[in-house]
């Protein structure tokens, strides 16, 4: 009971039981049942300075009386009564409950609460869908959807598949990953994995800021769509806008990149799976600066814990979205067992250049989670620092090129209204610098971004 210096997530004071107002204390039951728990103790106040309750017996009687009457579904509660140097005092202790969301019913209001900080407030349309999900014992991802299978192609699963597994894609695999129901419906997973995404919350935000702080933008870029198209899109926003240098050695060379590639991958797949995706204003955000690396997404830690207060090793990998994390897994692009944040550090580690002070940082909120991954090297310290830094033109034929890869040099010209030989110089540094190529012959072939 020493322990207990002020009211946070976990607990609340009550001077008293105040019997004529049970909303005062009820919307405290309510939101640690819709969280992870908590307690209430009565004969405390705001300070932490115990007073004592004059009849413990007749509070234990009254809290049962009014959470029967006010609350509904009923939630798990054990009554404990303490004593502190002849004061008694009684801790009202709620269970973190199964059957979510947990309201206060009265006064005309039917209200469910979660808890922020040391305060209980009413949920939110977005908690209320999460507590509705949890209570049900269903998740975003496997929710059925309108959408159906037959106007969808996954060309890009499909080819992700073979290319990762060395195994044939079968159509017979949408269902038993659960990415489509026996009816023919696109679950919300299956959307998510469909080539023309119909989830416009699956979005991709990529931003090169010049310096160590937001401030001017050298390169930015938004991408909305296929899961399995943003991983691609972000690793070629990494690529793109980083450093790879060289060590020159006695027989050879070294390289030097700024970070691990698999540690940035790792990273990306646990944003893009681990994600509250009924955040329906949300994206995830990827952010380099001059010294770190920032990767953000909606949605805190799926059982509600904060990660900077938990030790990475005993992470358990608790999945938000089930249905994703599994075919990802079976794409070979996640841990099948233990958590990936392990697994950042240790490919962090492992590059050279690397001291403590380094070691990737994980952060969370109740609505976000953020993974910083620091540049492992000083890139003046190595030789031939080498950089891919393309003109706004060059990108805009990068652009033209995704939307259209048989697009020729002449139409690429009449579009952005530049020379056709202008085009051919930069198609041909685009290609110099491992960007782009060409396959087929000129008159039937295709661009290929790298």
């Known amino acids: 009971m020493n322990s207990l210096i002020s009211e946070c997530t ?74 502190i140097d002849g004061l008694h005092i009684l801790q009202l202790k709620v269970n973190a409950g199964h059957y979510t969301p947990y309201y206060y019913v009265g006064d005309g209001l039917r209200i469910a609460f979660v808890r922020i900080g040391d305060e209980s407030i009413p949920a939110t349309a977005e908690q209320m869908v999460r507590l509705v999900l949890k209570g049900s014992n269903k998740t975003f991802d496997s929710l059925h959807t309108d959408y159906q299978a037959e106007d969808y192609s996954f060309t890009i699963l499909a080819n992700s ?122 994206e995830v955000h990827l952010d380099i600066y001059e010294d770190r690396l ?65 070691k990737p940082v994980f952060k969370s909120t109740p609505t976000q989670f953020q993974t910083i991954i620091f540049a492992s090297i000083d890139m003046t310290d190595v030789g031939d620092v080498s950089e891919t830094k393309l003109t706004e033109r060059q990108r805009k034929i990068l652009d033209l090129i995704k939307e259209s890869p048989t697009i020729s040099g002449r139409q690429m010209s009449e579009i952005l209204s530049v020379s056709q030989r202008t085009i051919e110089r930069d198609l041909s540094n685009l290609k110099e610098l491992g960007v782009l190529k060409r396959e087929g012959k000129d008159n039937d072939g295709v661009w290929v971004i790298n």
């Open 294 to 358: 920032i990767v953000t997404s909606p949605g805190g830690m799926y059982n509600g814990m904060l990660i900077q207060d938990l030790d990475i090793a005993d992470v358990s990998s608790e999945r938000r979205n089930p249905i994703l994390a599994n075919v990802m897994a079976q794409l070979d692009y996640m841990e099948k067992r233990g958590s990936g944040l392990t697994r950042i550090y240790n490919e962090t580690k492992a590059l050279d250049g690397y001291r403590d002070e380094l």
């Open 161 to 282: 598949f073979k290319d990762r597994t060395k195994q044939e894609w079968d159509k017979k695999y949408l269902l038993s990953f659960g990415l489509v129901t026996g009816t023919g419906c696109l679950t919300n997973a299956g959307a998510l994995f469909a080539d023309d995404c119909p989830l416009w919350q699956s979005r991709l935000y990529c931003t090169r800021w010049d310096g160590k702080e937001k401030g001017d933008a050298i390169n930015d870029a938004e991408f909305t769509g296929n899961v399995l198209m943003l991983l691609r899109e972000s690793m070629n926003f990494v690529k793109s806008n980083t450093k790879r240098g060289w060590e020159k050695l006695p027989d050879g060379r070294k390289n030097k990149p700024e970070y691990a590639e698999r540690a940035v991958l790792e990273a990306m797949v646990n944003h893009f799976i681990h994600r509250d995706y009924t955040v329906m204003g949300g």
């Open 10 to 83: 976990a607990y609340d004071f009550k001077l008293m039981l105040e019997e004529n107002r049970p909303k005062s204390w009820l919307k405290s039951v309510s939101a640690f049942a819709n969280g992870l728990g908590g307690s209430l103790f009565f004969g405390i106040d705001n300070d932490g300075v115990v007073k004592g309750l004059d009849d413990v017996q007749h509070v234990c009687e009254t809290i049962s009386s009014r959470i029967r009457d006010y609350m509904d579904p009923l939630p798990e509660v054990e009554m404990i009564p303490h004593d």
